[in-house]
């Protein structure tokens, strides 16, 4: 049950594009298009913004996106606002398992 | 609107137990799955734990297997996580959070409750 691997941090001007990425392994990650991100502010509670690899919740701007290839799965954040700041965290399931990434710290420069 | 609000957290010494709950509301708990999820200070998320519906399906976390257990009672609404023999290591804020079978998401999370192990 080892962790998914995201970058520790990535960083990005108002109105640009930033890309996450999560890597598994073909037991999880590459098995199932069951691929979930989350976003987390301080001292809040995660926040679903991504599911089954590439669909959004209603209320979720579509300015978030998802997509996989192999074992790696991908969050792209399109015009970036300050808002969006946060930790994101990717998630797959893995059979009897779930396992998260590390976590990875956006900064909107 | 749905609701998780979980309780029982607290200061325990390693070696002890404690029981978490999670009051349900604002959606049939009866008809969902459900999830524990952990974070220790200033690290990542840990999936602990999940049940199914009825309670007949469980996982663990090989971290927490043979010493966390997790139930749920319907008709209450309420989640539950009993933990033993606790470790310094499981130092976290726990949270509840209902788990959709298809897509194996978690799509509500409730607020957390700190649970610190500690002499």
């Known amino acids: 049950q080892s962790a998914l691997t995201q970058p520790a941090s990535v960083s990005g001007s108002p109105g640009q594009s930033i890309t996450i990425s999560c890597t598994g392994t073909s037991s999880d990650v590459g098995s199932y298009n069951l691929v979930s991100w989350y976003q987390q502010h301080p001292g809040k509670a995660p926040k679903l913004m991504i599911y089954e690899v590439s669909k959004r919740p209603s209320g979720v701007s579509n300015r978030f996106s998802g997509s996989k290839s192999g074992n790696t799965a991908s969050l792209t954040i399109s015009g970036l606002q300050a808002e969006d700041e946060a930790d994101y965290y990717c998630c797959s399931y893995a059979g009897s398992s779930t396992l998260f990434g590390g976590g990875t710290k956006l900064t909107v420069l | 609107q749905v609701q998780l609000v979980e309780s029982g957290g607290g200061l325990v010494k390693p070696g002890g137990s404690l029981r978490l709950s999670c009051a349900a509301s604002?959606?049939?708990?009866?008809?969902?799955?459900m999830s524990w999820i952990r974070q220790a200070p200033g690290k990542g998320l840990e999936w602990v734990s999940y049940i199914s519906s009825s309670g007949s399906t469980i996982y663990y976390a090989d971290s927490v297997k043979g010493r966390f257990t997790i139930s749920r009672d319907n008709a209450k609404n309420s989640l539950y996580l009993q933990m033993n023999s606790l470790r310094a290591e499981d130092t976290a804020v726990y949270y509840c959070?209902?788990?959709?079978?298809?897509?194996?998401?978690?799509?509500?999370w409730g607020q957390g409750t700190l649970v610190t192990v500690s002499s």
């Open positions: 959070a209902r788990r959709r079978v298809r897509g194996a998401y978690l799509d509500y």
């Open positions: 604002g959606f049939t708990f009866s008809d969902y799955y």
